[in-house]
């Protein structure tokens, strides 16, 4: 057996039994990883908190190529986000790039420009309480970027998810896809509800798989956003 020590950011977490906790990690080195947190449910335990949702340890973890699910056993907190987990708007946005993040890593296949990329994502939001939506969409724009699905309005996807927008609104989208595949941020700010809506679907697309965190976030749209010139993007 082999002890591998590495950082991670804590993707999700559920209970196994009375004391114990099976955690999806996310790592450079091996994407996601599996692990089995003994103990974890225990009252007193310190890993009932270092393994919150978002938190970015340093794990070591008992590892065998038998298994899927690993070993933990030792954690360190690197980095809580806590500005981000103080405000609800930052919570849901971080969750849409923290399930985004999940869905582009593989299990044990190196994924360090995605790592990074969510690192800076969550350091983003959490430093920007203001305006969690416009990092959030370059956090995702980033990630799929990483995963070698960057959106490209030329394709015929884009085509097929703006068709039933006003040309102005479709300028619009194109011009913030644009400038933030150029590293920027969208120059129209008040767009930006469309934007997570298009990459919303981008995401599902490329990993044909349902984002669980999304309908919390739409549900935070402003509703004048939603019927901006009477269309919609497809959903």
């Not at 099976?22 to 692990?35: A, E, K």
């Not at 986000?81 to 593989?106: D, I, M, P, R």
């Not at 920007?128 to 959106?151: Q, R, Y």
């Not at 490329?206 to 509703?223: A, D, G, W």
């Given at each position: 057996?082999?002890?591998?020590?590495?950082?991670?950011?804590?993707?999700?977490k559920?209970d196994?039994?009375?004391s114990?906790?099976?955690?999806?990690?996310l790592?450079?080195?091996?994407?996601?990883?599996?692990?089995m947190?003994?103990?974890?449910?225990?009252?007193?335990?310190?890993?009932?908190?270092?393994?919150?949702?978002?938190n970015?340890?340093?794990?070591?973890?008992?590892?065998?190529?038998?298994?899927?699910?690993?070993?933990?056993?030792?954690?360190?907190?690197?980095?809580?986000?806590?500005?981000l987990?103080?405000?609800?708007?930052?919570?849901?946005?971080?969750a849409f790039?923290?399930?985004?993040?999940?869905?582009?890593?593989?299990?044990?296949?190196?994924?360090?420009e995605?790592?990074?990329?969510l690192?800076?994502?969550?350091?983003?939001?959490?430093?920007?309480?203001?305006?969690?939506?416009?990092?959030?969409?370059?956090?995702?724009f980033a990630?799929?970027?990483?995963?070698?699905?960057?959106?490209?309005?030329?394709?015929?996807?884009?085509?097929?998810?703006?068709?039933?927008l006003?040309?102005?609104?479709?300028?619009?989208?194109?011009?913030?896809?644009?400038?933030?595949?150029?590293?920027?941020?969208p120059?129209?700010?008040?767009?930006?509800?469309?934007?997570?809506?298009?990459?919303?679907?981008?995401?599902?697309?490329?990993?044909?798989?349902?984002?669980?965190?999304?309908?919390?976030?739409?549900?935070?749209?402003p509703?004048q956003?939603?019927?901006?010139?009477?269309t919609l993007l497809?959903?």
């Amino acid at each position: 057996m082999a002890y591998e020590q590495t950082e991670a950011i804590v993707l999700r977490k559920v209970d196994f039994s009375e004391s114990s906790r099976i955690v999806t990690f996310l790592t450079p080195c091996r994407g996601r990883l599996t692990c089995m947190a003994k103990g974890a449910r225990r009252k007193g335990s310190p890993l009932a908190t270092l393994l919150d949702t978002y938190n970015r340890l340093e794990i070591t973890c008992a590892w065998k190529d038998s298994r899927q699910v690993q070993l933990l056993t030792e954690a360190a907190l690197l980095d809580s986000y806590g500005a981000l987990k103080g405000n609800v708007e930052s919570v849901v946005c971080a969750a849409f790039l923290l399930e985004t993040a999940g869905l582009a890593a593989q299990e044990n296949n190196p994924a360090p420009e995605i790592y990074n990329t969510l690192r800076a994502g969550l350091e983003q939001i959490a430093a920007n309480p203001d305006t969690p939506f416009t990092h959030v969409v370059h956090g995702v724009f980033a990630v799929l970027e990483a995963a070698g699905f960057a959106p490209n309005t030329e394709d015929a996807f884009f085509a097929e998810q703006t068709r039933r927008l006003a040309q102005k609104e479709r300028d619009a989208l194109h011009e913030s896809i644009d400038a933030l595949a150029s590293g920027g941020l969208p120059s129209e700010p008040e767009r930006i509800f469309n934007i997570i809506r298009y990459l919303k679907s981008a995401v599902v697309y490329h990993f044909e798989r349902p984002l669980k965190s999304y309908p919390f976030l739409e549900s935070m749209f402003p509703n004048q956003e939603c019927t901006q010139s009477g269309t919609l993007l497809r959903k």
